[in-house]
């Protein structure tokens, strides 16, 4: 039998996605390796590759506005270098 | 001179650069980076080495650690800073220096001795250097490719804030005297005020001529000169 506060708890939580990828104008020497690689193996539909990376966080927080607002923070404090990098925050 | 290094788990050229700093008669400290205060301090230097095993990016997590808002502070208000190869990064990841060092354009770790010209001798790290003079130093880095965009490269040279530029022997810089892709050959650069030095060449590992070379000393010798 399901206990209602761990439902309660489950309501409570949020989650996001996070997608952070090299601006256009900076040079992506891993993605582009990964890319020559591919066409070589004969994968002769790819035309670009471009690398980045991924980030999966929960949030204890029911308020998606509020929660959205956090992850940003987190995004422009220390996940991202907006020198270099774009991000894309998406929920789950 | 009292001069601070800054050591974080992972750094692996604090002992390097003090026993370089003790050698040239500076009086130095080791700052823990969990430390939420500095010693009074004429030179604040964060070594290189791999704080953090460069998770997330290189420098990201030891630019917010406790010892570093102190350092920023301290930067601010007109302390020399020097930090050398992640040093530099940090000093980038902080914002105390403007740009970024990417993942070199060969995909490899670069370690060797290389050349660098003195490009700019008017600044307090520099002034026992002659200008053009070429030095030879040591490298050793993934992440050395110094990126910025437009109008920062243009704010560099036209206020002479590029102290090194890569160079081949005879001091020529070009594509293939650079080692790693660095925009215009960038091996070093200052912010503004030009109290904070940021450079991928370790100096400290040319301070002595039975090991190496002293082409690091003017280096030091040149901030005990102000």
Request: proline share 3%; hydrophobic share 35%; charged share 25%.
């Amino acid at each position: 039998m399901e206990k209602p506060y761990q439902l309660n708890l489950e309501k409570n939580k949020l989650k996001f996605s996070v997608k952070i990828t090299l601006k256009k104008n900076v040079l992506d020497p891993q993605g582009k390796i990964v890319q020559q690689t591919l066409q070589n193996m004969g994968m002769d539909t790819l035309k670009t590759l471009r690398q980045g990376k991924y980030f999966e966080i929960d949030v204890n927080e029911n308020d998606e506005t509020i929660a959205t607002n956090k992850i940003e923070e987190m995004c422009n404090k220390l996940l991202v270098n907006l020198i270099i990098e774009d991000f894309k925050i998406s929920k789950v | 001179m009292n001069s601070s290094v800054i050591v974080f788990p992972g750094s692996n050229c604090d002992r390097d650069i003090a026993v370089a700093l003790e050698k040239l008669q500076f009086k130095n400290k080791m700052i823990w980076h969990k430390d939420t205060s500095l010693p009074k301090s004429d030179l604040i230097v964060i070594p290189g080495g791999f704080s953090y095993g460069d998770y997330l990016r290189s420098g990201a997590i030891a630019g917010k650690s406790n010892i570093l808002n102190e350092v920023v502070k301290a930067a601010n208000d007109g302390c020399l800073v020097l930090g050398v190869c992640n040093g530099f990064q940090i000093l980038t990841e902080t914002g105390l220096l403007k740009g970024v060092l990417l993942r070199n354009n060969n995909l490899k770790f670069i370690g060797k001795d290389i050349n660098v010209k003195v490009v700019n001798t008017d600044n307090k790290f520099c002034n026992k250097y002659k200008k053009d003079q070429v030095l030879k130093l040591n490298i050793a880095h993934n992440e050395g490719n110094y990126f910025t965009d437009a109008e920062h490269l243009k704010e560099l040279e036209d206020k002479n804030l590029i102290p090194f530029k890569y160079c081949d022997k005879n001091g020529n810089v070009n594509k293939e005297s650079n080692p790693n892709g660095s925009l215009n050959s960038i091996a070093a650069i200052f912010n503004n005020n030009k109290n904070i030095l940021g450079m991928m060449p370790h100096p400290e590992r040319m301070v002595d001529k039975i090991i190496s070379n002293d082409d690091g000393v003017n280096l030091f010798t040149s901030l005990l000169n102000n």
